[in-house]
C-alpha cells in the first residue's frame, strides 16, 4: 500500500499557528526524553538511523512530510524531544567551529533594507534573530518541528513563529521581501525543493531577496590532500562531518542545478560562492 506523504497529528491549519504562543506551548516528551545517557549515545552512535516517533498528540502540528522524520545528524529521534533539541540548538554552533554563527550575521546583513523577512526552517531562530538585529522590522521562522519552535519564540518572544514546511508554509500571498535558508535544503529531496521555490514565489514579493546557505560541495567531493591544501585542518574536519554525520538527501541536493531551479520560479542568482564548509546563493526575484 502506497504511504501517505503527511503524518498529520491533531493539525491545526498551519497559518492558524502563526497566533500561537509558542513559547509557552506544552509539548509532551518523546522517549529521549526519558531516556539515560548511555542510551542515547548509544543511539547517536549506530549506524542505522532509526525513523522519529511522535506522540499520538502533537498540539498545534499541522502535516510533517515523512522525508522530514528522520534522525538527521544522528540526533536521537531527530528534531522531536525537548532533551535532543534543546542540546542540538546550542551545540551545532560548536560543531561548526562558530562559523555558521558569523555567516548567520552576514546572511542577516544581505537581507538588511527588508520590511518583512523569513527564516524559512528556522530551527531554534538563530538566523531570524540576527534579522532582527539587523532592525529588519518584521520577522517571520517556519518550522516543521514544536520542540524547536518552543525554543525559538522562548528566545525571541517579539518575533513571529509558524509550525510548517517550506513547500506548504500556509503563509500570505506576497508578504516577504527577504528570505533566508541556511543548513536546510541538503536535508530536503529535490522534488520538494522545487515545490519550495514555487512556494517561496507565491509568498514573496517582486524584488525579494533570497540569500541562502547550504554545505559546499568542496567537503563533500573533495580530496584529503586538496582539502588540507586550500583550508588546513578545518577542511579535513568538515571533510570527516560530511561523512560522519547522517544525510540521506546531500548527495542529491549537490548534484542538484539550483541555480537553474531558481530560474524556472523567476529568481535570478547573483551570487554562487563556493568555499568550506560553505556554498552562498544570493538571488532577486523578478517582477
Same mark, same amino acid.
Given at each position: 500500500?502506497?504511504?501517505?506523504?503527511?503524518?498529520?497529528?491533531?493539525?491545526? =491549519?498551519? /497559518?492558524?499557528?502563526?497566533?500561537?504562543?509558542?513559547?509557552?506551548?506544552? $509539548?509532551?516528551?518523546?522517549?529521549?526524553?526519558?531516556?539515560?545517557?548511555?542510551?542515547?549515545? /548509544?543511539?547517536?552512535?549506530?549506524?542505522?538511523? #532509526?525513523?522519529?516517533?511522535?506522540?499520538?498528540?502533537?498540539?498545534? /502540528?499541522? =502535516?510533517?512530510?515523512?522525508?522530514?522524520?528522520?534522525?538527521?545528524?544522528?540526533?536521537?529521534? &531527530?528534531?522531536?524531544?525537548?532533551?535532543?533539541?534543546? +542540546?542540538?540548538?546550542?551545540?551545532?554552533?560548536? /560543531?561548526?567551529?562558530?562559523?555558521?554563527?558569523?555567516?548567520?550575521?552576514?546572511?542577516?546583513?544581505?537581507?538588511?533594507?527588508?520590511?518583512?523577512?523569513?527564516?524559512?526552517?528556522?530551527?531554534?531562530?538563530?538566523?531570524?534573530?540576527?534579522?532582527?538585529?539587523? &532592525?529588519?522590522?518584521?520577522?517571520?521562522?517556519?518550522?516543521?518541528?514544536?520542540?524547536?519552535?518552543?525554543?525559538?519564540?522562548?528566545?525571541?518572544?517579539?518575533?513571529?513563529?509558524?509550525?510548517?514546511?517550506?513547500?506548504?508554509?500556509? $503563509?500570505?500571498?506576497?508578504?516577504?521581501?527577504?528570505?533566508?535558508?541556511?543548513?536546510?535544503?541538503?536535508?530536503?529531496?529535490?522534488?520538494?525543493?522545487?515545490?519550495?521555490?514555487?512556494?517561496?514565489?507565491?509568498?514573496?514579493?517582486? &524584488?525579494?531577496?533570497?540569500?541562502?546557505?547550504? =554545505?559546499?560541495?568542496?567537503?563533500?567531493?573533495?580530496?584529503?590532500?586538496?582539502?588540507?591544501?586550500?583550508? +588546513?585542518?578545518? #577542511?579535513?574536519?568538515?571533510?570527516?562531518?560530511?561523512?560522519?554525520?547522517?544525510?540521506?538527501?546531500?548527495?542529491?541536493?549537490?548534484?542538484?542545478?539550483?541555480?537553474?531551479?531558481?530560474?524556472?520560479? +523567476?529568481?535570478?542568482?547573483?551570487?554562487?560562492?563556493? #568555499?568550506?564548509?560553505?556554498?552562498?546563493?544570493?538571488?532577486?526575484?523578478?517582477?
Amino acid at each position: 500500500m502506497t504511504q501517505p506523504d503527511c503524518s498529520v497529528r491533531d493539525a491545526a =491549519p498551519l /497559518a492558524e499557528s502563526a497566533a500561537v504562543d509558542w513559547a509557552q506551548v506544552e $509539548l509532551p516528551p518523546t522517549w529521549p526524553d526519558h531516556s539515560g545517557a548511555g542510551t542515547l549515545f /548509544a543511539s547517536a552512535l549506530r549506524r542505522r538511523r #532509526g525513523k522519529v516517533t511522535l506522540p499520538d498528540v502533537l498540539p498545534h /502540528a499541522g =502535516p510533517i512530510p515523512r522525508y522530514v522524520l528522520q534522525e538527521f545528524h544522528n540526533l536521537p529521534n &531527530g528534531n522531536y524531544s525537548h532533551r535532543i533539541t534543546t +542540546g542540538y540548538s546550542h551545540g551545532f554552533d560548536h /560543531a561548526m567551529l562558530g562559523m555558521l554563527r558569523h555567516e548567520r550575521r552576514r546572511m542577516a546583513q544581505l537581507l538588511d533594507g527588508a520590511q518583512c523577512a523569513l527564516d524559512l526552517g528556522c530551527g531554534a531562530g538563530h538566523l531570524a534573530l540576527e534579522m532582527h538585529r539587523v &532592525g529588519i522590522p518584521e520577522v517571520w521562522g517556519l518550522d516543521p518541528s514544536p520542540y524547536l519552535l518552543r525554543l525559538a519564540a522562548r528566545q525571541a518572544p517579539q518575533l513571529r513563529w509558524v509550525q510548517g514546511v517550506g513547500e506548504n508554509s500556509g $503563509l500570505p500571498d506576497a508578504r516577504f521581501d527577504g528570505v533566508g535558508i541556511c543548513f536546510v535544503l541538503h536535508e530536503i529531496p529535490p522534488t520538494y525543493i522545487r515545490r519550495l521555490l514555487t512556494e517561496l514565489r507565491r509568498i514573496t514579493r517582486p &524584488g525579494a531577496c533570497l540569500v541562502v546557505v547550504e =554545505p559546499s560541495p568542496l567537503q563533500w567531493y573533495g580530496g584529503r590532500l586538496e582539502l588540507l591544501r586550500r583550508f +588546513g585542518w578545518r #577542511g579535513l574536519y568538515f571533510r570527516w562531518m560530511a561523512r560522519r554525520v547522517f544525510e540521506p538527501f546531500a548527495d542529491a541536493w549537490q548534484r542538484f542545478d539550483f541555480a537553474a531551479a531558481l530560474a524556472a520560479e +523567476g529568481f535570478e542568482v547573483q551570487r554562487d560562492d563556493i #568555499g568550506c564548509p560553505f556554498r552562498v546563493f544570493v538571488a532577486e526575484r523578478h517582477l
